[in-house]
Every structure is written in structure tokens, then in C-alpha cells.
């Protein structure tokens, strides 16, 4: 067989405007939503997380969206970095399994 | 706190060969994660341990995947014989507790390329 790697949706903005990374996830029986950042090189580190009793959550420059109806995740970065050039995954879980992850979205920010 | 240890962290082999793979998780992290990430896409389970049993394995092909965690802590999953499409980022990751609703923490990886 052979690598056949997806090409990574991509998202560039500029330094300091805001970005939005989006992503649908499949069951609706998920209850616990992660977004991870991967550094080239790295593995994922986590950035937030959400329950889905809940429809935001915010922390340090980043806030969480969720609409359960539309199956629906967004991951917000105010004052987009330079050190926030990365891959970013959502991930999802359903009870007590392991997480899920989507496929990625490349961010680049331009100084 | 020490993070999630992986080596080796590049491994070159050929088909047909075998290769295994070391992970030392979180101290006090009962649970052990091995995913595969294929270049482009996101992380995939391959086994999930609780303590030194398995939870979910359902995702490793067990004809030529094998991992284990006899003493609860460190961990090892070998291929044996590797295939072209076994070429990936094998990542460990731990975690406090069962359930991805308890932050998982990720190693760095061992990217494997098969000839």
C-alpha cells in the first residue's frame, strides 16, 4: 500500500486578526470535545475543551463554540500569533472511550 | 512534571521487517494510549490499556500489531511484519484516567517509514 495522506484544509491570516478553525463531528452521542494543537514534530497538545452541556467556553485568547444541532464545533483565536502556526484538531468522545479526532486544519499566520 | 517519553523517534525499516516501539507515560497515569496518525490526517486509536489491561483494541490489526503494559507503566507495540502503509507517526499518549473526558497528554512520536 502507500501513504496517502489528505491535504490539510489551510487557513492564513495575518498577525493579530482574529482566526476561526471549524469542524464537524459525526456522533451525535458525543459528550466531551477537545481541540488540540501539533507543532511539526510534535505530538498534539491540548488548547481547550467543552462538554456538551454547554455551548462556549473561553480561556487565554481561544474560546470554544458548540451547536449540537448542526453538529458543529469552532475553535476562535484572538490576536492571532505567529506561535500559533500549527496544525489544529477537534476531537470527540462518547462516553468512556477514547477521542475521536478529525482530520486538521493548517493554520498560517503572516508576520 | 516529566511528560510522555517515546523512542525511538525516527525509525527507517523495510517491509517484511519488525520494529517496536517504547512508551513511558505520565507518572500516576493509569491509562495508555497508542494512536497512528498517517501523514495529513488526524491521530487514530490502535489500543487503549487501563492499568496493565486492555480497554479498546478493536482498531489494531492484530495479525501483525502487538502492544503490551505488563507492569501497568511502560509500554511497547511492535509490527511484525510491517507493511508500506504502516508508515506513520505512532504517538502515546496518557492519561489520569479512563475516558477521553480526562486530558490526554501526548509523547512526541515515533515516525516510522517502511521501504
Known amino acids: 500500500g502507500e501513504n496517502v495522506g489528505l491535504h490539510l484544509p489551510t487557513l492564513s491570516v495575518q498577525e493579530g486578526d482574529n482566526s476561526i478553525i471549524n469542524c464537524a463531528y459525526s456522533n451525535s452521542a458525543s459528550d466531551y470535545f477537545i481541540w488540540y494543537k501539533q507543532e511539526s514534530g510534535k505530538g498534539p497538545q491540548f488548547i481547550i475543551d467543552?462538554?456538551?452541556?454547554?455551548d462556549k467556553r473561553q480561556g487565554q485568547r481561544v474560546t470554544v463554540l458548540l451547536n449540537k444541532t448542526v453538529k458543529h464545533l469552532s475553535l476562535q483565536i484572538a490576536a492571532t500569533q505567529p506561535g500559533d502556526s500549527a496544525v489544529y484538531f477537534c476531537a470527540e468522545n462518547a462516553g468512556r472511550r477514547a477521542l475521536t479526532f478529525g482530520s486538521g486544519t493548517r493554520l498560517q499566520v503572516q508576520p | 512534571e516529566a511528560g510522555v517519553a517515546q523512542s525511538p523517534r525516527y525509525k527507517i525499516i523495510e517491509k517484511r521487517q519488525s520494529v517496536a516501539f517504547w512508551c513511558n507515560p505520565i507518572?500516576?497515569?493509569?491509562?495508555l494510549y497508542w494512536y497512528q496518525q498517517i501523514l495529513g490526517q488526524g491521530p487514530k486509536l490502535l489500543i487503549q490499556?487501563?492499568?496493565?489491561?486492555?480497554?479498546?483494541d478493536s482498531q489494531l490489526p492484530k495479525d501483525r500489531f502487538s502492544a503490551e503494559r505488563l507492569k501497568g507503566v511502560d509500554s511497547t507495540l511492535k509490527i511484525q511484519p510491517a507493511k508500506l502503509e504502516d508508515s506513520a507517526v505512532y504517538l502515546c499518549?496518557?492519561?489520569?484516567?479512563?475516558?477521553?473526558?480526562?486530558?490526554?497528554?501526548f509523547g512526541p512520536g515515533t515516525r516510522l517509514t517502511v521501504t
Open positions: 490499556f487501563q492499568n496493565n489491561g486492555v480497554v479498546d
Open positions: 499518549a496518557s492519561s489520569y484516567r479512563q475516558g477521553g473526558s480526562y486530558e490526554q497528554y
Open positions: 467543552i462538554r456538551s452541556n454547554m
Open positions: 507518572s500516576g497515569h493509569a491509562t
